[in-house]
C-alpha cells in the first residue's frame, strides 16, 4: 500500500484541481518552497502514487461519442494476462477490468458512431477465447468524477 502523509495528500489534491500550477503556486497553499514540492512531486512519481500528468480531453470532441460497456464471458477459465493481451490490438477498448460475478470482464468501448461501435463488437467477439458478449450503450455521461486524496 503507497503511504501519503497530509502534506503530500494536499499536493496531489491541488494537482487533481491543476495539474498545470506551478510548484511555486502548489507551495503557496500548502505552505512549502517550490523546490520542497518538486520533490514531494517527484517522490510521488516513483512511488507511482502520481502516474503521470495529461490533458483530459472529451472524447466527443475527437470523434469518439459513442460508447458502451460490454460484460466479457470466456470460454472455460481465461487467466487475466490472457484476456488483455486479447483485449490490447483493440482501439476502442479504452478500459478493461475483471469483476465478479457471472462475466469474466467488463469492457469499456469508445466508438465514432453506432456503425463503429457494432463493428468493434464484432471484433471483440472475434476474440478466440471470448463465448458471448452483453452489452449496454451509454445514452448520456451523468457523473465523472477524478479520485479525490
Known amino acids: 500500500m503507497l503511504r501519503m502523509d497530509t502534506l503530500d495528500q494536499r499536493i496531489v489534491s491541488q494537482l487533481v484541481t491543476d495539474a498545470r500550477a506551478s510548484y511555486a503556486e502548489i507551495g503557496a497553499v500548502v505552505g512549502l518552497s517550490a523546490p520542497a514540492v518538486k520533490r514531494r512531486v517527484d517522490k ?11 490533458a483530459v480531453v472529451d ?21 487475466t494476462h ?14 478493461a477490468y475483471t469483476v465478479s460475478g ?11 458512431d453506432i456503425h463503429h461501435l457494432e463493428t468493434a463488437l464484432e471484433r471483440l467477439r472475434g476474440v478466440e477465447f471470448i463465448s458471448r458478449t452483453v452489452s449496454t450503450v451509454v445514452l448520456s455521461r451523468l457523473l465523472e468524477r477524478p479520485p479525490q486524496p
Not at 44 to 54: A, E, P
Not at 59 to 79: D, I, K, Q, R, S
Not at 82 to 95: D, F, K, Q, T, Y
Open 44 to 54: 510521488l512519481l516513483d512511488q507511482g502514487v502520481l502516474r503521470g500528468f495529461t
Open 102 to 112: 457471472p462475466a469474466d470482464a467488463i469492457v469499456h468501448l469508445r466508438a465514432a
Open 82 to 95: 490472457r484476456i488483455r493481451s486479447g483485449l490490447e490490438p483493440l482501439p476502442e477498448v479504452v478500459a
Open 59 to 79: 472524447p466527443e470532441a475527437l470523434g469518439w461519442g459513442t460508447e458502451a460497456f460490454v460484460e466479457v464471458h470466456c470460454h472455460g477459465n481465461v487467466p
